[in-house]
C-alpha cells in the first residue's frame, strides 16, 4: 500500500519559557488532535539532552548540553505511539562559539524560546509505533 500523505492545516507559535521542548511539542499535539504530521522548529535551550542511537548494541547514548544552546534547526514527525501523539525530532543545536551540536531529542532540554510549526497531515495508512526488532527502535510498520 502507498501511503499518500495529504497536508490539513498547520499550526504555528511558541513555546513557554521553561517548558521541556519536546513536552512541549507534544502537548501542543493533544489540544489540537494531531496524530499524524510534521514539525519545525527554531528558538533556544537553556541546556539539552541528545541522544545517539548504538546500532551495535541497540541503545541510545546520551549527551548532555549542560549550557545555553541555539536550535538551529529542529525537524521531526508526529505518529502515534500507544495510541498518543509521539513528536519524534532531531535538532542541531549551537553553542555560543557557533559550534554546532547534534542528536535525537530527548526530554531535558528547557525552552529559553521557541517558535515551532506543526504541520497536520492525513492519511489512509495509520502510523503507529512499535517495536521493530531487527533494529530495536520504535518504528512505523513496513511498506
Ligand atoms: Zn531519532
Request: with cysteine; hydrophobic share 45%; proline share 3%.
Amino acid at each position: 500500500m502507498k501511503a499518500e500523505i495529504k497536508p490539513v492545516r498547520k499550526i504555528m507559535g511558541r513555546l513557554a519559557k521553561g517548558a521541556d521542548l519536546l513536552g512541549a511539542l507534544e502537548e501542543q499535539c493533544r489540544l489540537h488532535n494531531i496524530t499524524l504530521g510534521e514539525v519545525w522548529a527554531i528558538g533556544a535551550v537553556t541546556k539539552a539532552r541528545i541522544g545517539y542511537y548504538k546500532q551495535d548494541i541497540q541503545k541510545y547514548m546520551f549527551l548532555d548540553l549542560d549550557r545555553p544552546m541555539e536550535i538551529l534547526t529542529l525537524i521531526g514527525n508526529v505518529s502515534l505511539k500507544d495510541g498518543q501523539p509521539m513528536v519524534h525530532a532531531h535538532v542541531t543545536l549551537s553553542d555560543e562559539e557557533g559550534r554546532a551540536f547534534g542528536g535525537h531529542l530527548a526530554a531535558g532540554a528547557p525552552v529559553f524560546a521557541c517558535e515551532f510549526v506543526i504541520q497536520e497531515c492525513q492519511s489512509e495508512k495509520v502510523y503507529q509505533r512499535a517495536l521493530d526488532e531487527e533494529t530495536g527502535l520504535f518504528l512505523w510498520a513496513k511498506e
